[in-house]
């Protein structure tokens, strides 16, 4: 014999887990230094470029552009409303309230889209505002960022169907057994 299914009150923490790894990709993709973009001479951050070559960088400030500013703003308030979710997340399972679980994942979707829209524009205007030739790579913190952005497109689907099975994300519903 044994149970069909995951058992749900013992896998239930590991949305907020989760969402703990999400806000953490999140911080990584905003304070790296270096490592949006990278090249041989020339390489960028969310809050700055360098051009240059070992040791003599030359680094400029990139809050002069709009669309800078705006993907930092997407970004922190997309990780804003990812704390807030982890927050609610622990309430919602501690306190069993099953309604909080769906405006969870609503608000996860409304920050995936604001981190979706910033993973865009950055590259975009990067490539048309400041790169003159050469070849360029989107590297790691970058990477960091569609990583959160991924982990909160999945929470989010999760928060949003867990309402149907709150028997069993509670261990109130009878076991269901398979006899062979």
Same mark, same amino acid.
């Given at each position: 014999?044994?149970?069909?299914?995951?058992?749900?009150?013992?896998?239930?923490?590991?949305?907020?887990?989760?969402?703990?790894?999400?806000?953490?990709?999140?911080?990584?993709?905003?304070?790296?230094?270096?490592?949006?973009?990278?090249?041989?001479?020339?390489?960028?951050?969310?809050?700055?470029?360098?051009?240059?070559?070992?040791?003599?960088?030359?680094?400029?400030?990139?809050? /002069?552009? /709009?669309?800078?500013?705006?993907?930092?703003?997407?970004?922190?308030?997309?990780?804003?409303?990812?704390?807030?979710?982890?927050?609610?997340?622990?309430?919602?399972?501690?306190?069993?309230?099953?309604?909080?679980?769906?405006?969870?994942?609503?608000?996860?979707?409304?920050?995936?889209?604001?981190?979706?829209?910033?993973?865009?524009?950055?590259?975009?205007?990067?490539?048309?505002?400041?790169?003159?030739?050469?070849?360029?790579?989107?590297?790691?913190?970058?990477?960091? /960022?569609?990583?959160?952005?991924?982990?909160?497109?999945?929470? /989010?689907?999760?928060?949003?169907?867990?309402?149907?099975?709150?028997?069993?994300?509670?261990?109130?519903?009878?076991?269901?057994?398979?006899?062979?």
């Amino acid at each position: 014999m044994f149970k069909c299914g995951l058992a749900f009150p013992r896998c239930r923490w590991i949305l907020p887990l989760l969402l703990l790894l999400a806000i953490i990709f999140d911080i990584i993709a905003l304070a790296a230094r270096s490592g949006w973009v990278d090249s041989k001479y020339h390489y960028a951050s969310l809050w700055q470029q360098c051009r240059g070559r070992e040791p003599d960088w030359e680094c400029t400030s990139l809050m /002069g552009y /709009g669309w800078v500013k705006a993907t930092a703003a997407l970004l922190i308030i997309g990780c804003i409303l990812v704390i807030i979710c982890l927050i609610l997340s622990f309430l919602a399972l501690c306190k069993e309230a099953v309604s909080l679980l769906r405006v969870i994942g609503l608000i996860l979707f409304i920050a995936v889209l604001f981190q979706f829209i910033a993973l865009i524009v950055y590259p975009v205007n990067f490539t048309e505002t400041l790169i003159k030739n050469g070849d360029y790579e989107y590297s790691w913190s970058y990477g960091f /960022g569609w990583g959160a952005t991924i982990l909160m497109i999945g929470c /989010g689907i999760f928060f949003c169907c867990l309402p149907k099975y709150e028997d069993e994300l509670y261990g109130q519903a009878k076991p269901i057994y398979i006899y062979g």
